[in-house]
């Protein structure tokens, strides 16, 4: 039976780490930084079209945890004044034709400092869960050993596959 070179890839679970220790069990969900590449409309005399060109910018990343209680000792670290290292380690479920192919990890490490301090909202008869706003100057994901993506906005480093897509502009202006 061939399986037709199709390949499907699923996460459905993580367990994130603050500063090398487990929160399992504490964080409900975590959105991580989305990287958002900052371009500039360009048109010129002659073209009949606008354009969108790359400005070698990256806006700033934000993300999210959900923790499902407050925990003091979370707290106590997370704060504006000091970037703290957070992973997302998961698992990527490889099937096929003939079931699960493979297990591959998938990591991805965050530079983040919270932009609030919840304080709970409470409700009768519910769980009280602290949602904490980040801001992250370093993300780098990790699929299987090998890098997808690392940007680091103190260094100027951005690297896709492990291709420095900054190597000209830095040995331009630096």
Not at 76 to 82: A, E, K, M, V
Not at 89 to 99: D, E, F, T
Request: aromatic residues 8%; hydrophobic residues 40%.
């Amino acid at each position: 039976m061939s399986n037709n070179g199709i390949e499907i890839h699923k996460i459905t679970q993580a367990v994130l780490y603050l500063d090398g220790k487990s929160m399992l069990g504490k964080a409900e969900t975590v959105d991580l930084p989305e990287l958002k590449f900052m371009f500039e409309e360009f048109k010129a005399l002659g073209m009949i079209g606008e354009i969108e060109l790359p400005t070698n910018a990256v806006d700033k990343l934000e993300g999210k945890i959900k923790m499902n209680s407050l925990y003091g000792d979370v707290a106590r670290q997370l704060t504006p004044f000091r970037y703290k290292q957070i992973q997302a380690r998961s698992s990527v479920s490889v099937h096929n034709s003939m079931g699960r192919a493979s297990e591959l990890p998938l990591v991805t490490f965050m530079t983040v400092a919270v932009k609030n301090m919840p304080l709970g909202k409470f409700g009768d008869k519910k769980n009280v869960d602290f949602e904490y706003d980040l801001t992250c100057i370093y993300v780098k994901q990790v699929l299987d050993g090998v890098d997808i993506v690392e940007y680091d906005a103190m260094a100027n480093i951005f690297k896709i596959g492990g291709e420095d897509m900054l190597a000209d502009y830095r040995s331009n202006v630096m």
